[in-house]
């Protein structure tokens, strides 16, 4: 497998995709409330993307019509965006965007709750985020990919959630998707080794109940098959001769989840 070493010019680039991205999550999660479609969403957002002069690179990706994925509920990742589907109080809304920065991408994606919502609700969405903190205290140079796989996995599976398995992690630079494939499980194999330059977008998905996903009639929406609620953390990453840097958090999010500064 070859999996690209970042040169600090690229390294450069990335930083900026990954701290635009995170204003931009931040400023649209913000503005979610009862009552917006989910194309509204999709609407504010790639107008935040274009006022820092990025590129949102879901648009038109393999034929993905929108710039944000909206998944709400029991839809697990890359809901589309509609003029009629309303959000409302009580939901949990899944927002996955990325942009394109001088060629280079950041790819990142936050579970909002909107209004008050069920403890449990709450517990699926502070865990999902969890699950992929653990994976980073494995994200170092010198251990294998599928550490953080297994950091991610056990944690979220010790609460008898379902770790959805038909998609995962990629490695990500001038491409979206690059190698290599990053499975948010155990894995018999223990993947690539890990060195610094590589970069990486780390996406658990999690479901409250089975880790079985089906794909929705309009082939993109992927939804729980027991229809219980599902959650999505991503950022992308730097490995680092030390700790990793998280390139898709804001300064306050460092602070709040104990992660090194830029
Ligand atoms: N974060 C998503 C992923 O890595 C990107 C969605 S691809 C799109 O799979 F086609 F939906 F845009
Ligand atoms: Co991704």
């Given at each position: 497998m070859k999996v690209s070493i970042k040169s600090a010019e690229e390294i450069a680039l990335m930083r900026e995709a990954g701290k635009i991205l995170a204003s931009v999550h931040q400023n649209l999660a913000k503005e979610i409330r009862?009552?917006?479609?989910?194309?509204d969403i999709d609407r504010l957002g790639e107008d935040m993307i274009r006022s820092y002069g990025c590129i949102p690179s879901f648009k038109n990706y393999l034929?993905?019509?929108a710039s944000v994925c909206v998944s709400v509920n029991e839809e697990v990742v890359h809901?589309?965006?509609e003029k009629h589907r309303m959000i409302e109080e009580g939901d949990i809304v899944s927002l996955d965007a990325g942009v394109i920065y001088r060629g280079y991408h950041s790819d990142a994606a936050r579970t909002v709750a909107v209004g008050n919502i069920s403890t449990q609700a709450q517990l699926l969405i502070e865990r999902t985020r969890e699950?992929?903190?653990?994976g980073m205290k494995m994200a170092r140079a010198g251990r294998h990919l599928h550490d953080i796989s297994r950091a991610i996995g056990d944690y979220a599976e010790s609460f008898g959630y379902g770790v959805v398995r038909d998609l995962c992690g990629h490695g990500i630079g001038s491409s979206l998707h690059e190698e290599p494939e990053i499975p948010n499980y155990r894995k018999f194999r223990r993947g690539v080794k890990l060195q610094p330059g590589m970069t990486l977008a780390v996406e658990p998905m999690i479901n409250i109940g089975t880790k079985d996903v089906f794909w929705a009639e309009n082939g993109w929406t992927v939804v729980t098959a027991d229809g219980a609620l599902s959650a999505h953390y991503e950022n992308t990453i730097l490995i680092t001769e030390g700790e990793p840097e998280i390139l898709s958090l804001t300064e306050e999010e460092k602070e709040a989840f104990g992660m090194a500064k830029a």
């Open positions: 009862p009552g917006m479609s989910t194309a034929g993905y019509p809901g589309i965006p699950s992929f903190f653990r």
